[in-house]
């Protein structure tokens, strides 16, 4: 059984600033060291199949194309074409259920598609497992680690044990599913700033995850998914100015008749009313919120004020209508 050392892996100053998670410096960290790249790109290897050699220019670090799990009459993935390119961090995100596990299980070649394909690094996984599963380190939902020691130890802390073991052979992707499900604080920061450092060595790293918080702070690009189904790919800042960037929570003492007139107001996105709190989308215009006190305010006194940043389910709640828990 592996335990690793606790060496600092060392945060290089080469990311920037803007997208590195703040955390303590004692939340650093217990990885292994990573190793020195053999292609420093972080593309894909020179070995790669001849045809794909040949043809492309940058082979996808994963590739979807046109993907479908049934589990009976369930469409558990339905329909998916998705690209991942090298060096990046690309977060799947979606509700309970969506299909975030089914989809990674189809790219390690844990389980096998109804229909479609999958490409890592320009090998078919179901062809060339063998292949796949040198390129790849895979940190499944569930970290089972069987070990006696190892069982008293925090979900965090076996949770970065399952990503140092995944490591060991060093490969050039990562998929991570749900890494920081029901990890602390600490080890969320650590496992992020692991994750970032990851990146800084060329490596891709696929992730799953239900925090939108956690993807803006990671993802160079997110896929949202519903029902199996791709709803969005994007990256963090263009999802966040597309679906709002802030969202204005407001609770009056009887119910507002003001709707009408904050919706015309510039920079207002979307304004929806439950009883007597409204709840008000903008696009992040800091100056906007003493405009709408105001208006709500004529009705009578305002009881709550909560202004945030938009969550997973205010986008999804945009997208598909729905809310994405419960
Ligand atoms: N082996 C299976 N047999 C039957 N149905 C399955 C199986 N595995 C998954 N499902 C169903 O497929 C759908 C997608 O499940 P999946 O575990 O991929 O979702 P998820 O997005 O990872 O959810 P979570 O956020 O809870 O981890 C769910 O409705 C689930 O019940
Ligand atoms: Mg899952």
């Given at each position: 059984m592996y335990l690793p050392t606790l060496p600092r892996t060392g945060s290089s100053a080469t990311t920037p600033r803007s997208r590195r998670p703040i955390r303590p410096l004692h939340a650093l960290t217990s990885y292994p060291p990573l190793r020195p790249e053999r292609n420093s790109t972080g593309n894909a290897p020179a070995s790669l199949p001849s045809h794909r050699r040949r043809t492309r220019r940058?082979?996808?670090?994963?590739?979807?194309?046109?993907?479908?799990?049934?589990?009976?009459?369930?469409?558990?993935?339905?329909?998916?074409?998705?690209?991942?390119?090298?060096?990046?961090?690309?977060?799947l995100l979606g509700p309970n259920g969506s299909g975030k596990t089914t989809i990674i299980n189809m790219l390690s070649g844990l389980s096998v598609p109804t229909s479609g394909q999958v490409h890592v690094l320009g090998y078919d996984v179901r062809r060339n497992a063998r292949q796949v599963r040198h390129l790849l380190g895979a940190v499944p939902q569930e970290t089972a680690l069987k070990d006696a020691r190892v069982n008293t130890f925090s979900g965090g802390m076996k949770r970065r044990l399952a990503i140092g073991r995944?490591?060991?052979?060093?490969?050039?992707?990562?998929?991570?599913?749900?890494?920081?499900?029901?990890?602390?604080?600490?080890a969320r920061w650590a496992i992020w700033d692991y994750l970032l450092t990851l990146r800084e060595q060329g490596k891709t790293v696929?992730?799953?995850?239900?925090?939108?918080e956690e993807a803006q702070a990671l993802c160079d690009r997110l896929a949202i998914l519903d029902h199996?189904?791709?709803?969005?790919?994007?990256?963090?800042?263009?999802?966040?100015?597309?679906?709002?960037?802030?969202?204005?929570?407001?609770?009056?003492?009887?119910?507002?008749?003001?709707?009408?007139?904050?919706?015309?107001?510039?920079?207002?996105?979307?304004?929806?009313?439950?009883?007597?709190?409204?709840?008000?989308?903008?696009?992040g215009t800091d100056n906007l919120l003493p405009r709408l006190i105001n208006i709500v305010s004529r009705d009578g006194p305002l009881r709550d004020i909560t202004?945030?940043?938009?969550?997973?389910?205010?986008?999804?709640?945009?997208?598909?209508?729905?809310?994405?828990?419960?």
């Open positions: 940058t082979v996808p670090a994963v590739e979807m194309i046109d993907l479908c799990k049934h589990f009976g009459t369930l469409r558990a993935v339905d329909h998916l074409s998705l690209c991942v390119e090298p060096g990046e961090i690309f977060g995944a490591l060991l052979h060093n490969p050039q992707l990562m998929y991570l599913d749900e890494p920081t499900l029901g990890v602390d604080v600490q696929l992730l799953t995850t239900n925090y939108l199996g189904q791709l709803i969005a790919v994007d990256t963090p800042a263009h999802l966040r100015q597309v679906y709002g960037a802030r969202v204005i929570e407001l609770e009056t003492s009887t119910m507002s008749m003001a709707i009408k007139e904050l919706r015309k107001v510039a920079g207002v996105k979307e304004v929806r009313q439950k009883g007597v709190r409204l709840k008000i989308t903008t696009e202004v945030r940043e938009p969550t997973l389910d205010d986008i999804f709640l945009r997208l598909t209508g729905t809310s994405l828990r419960d």
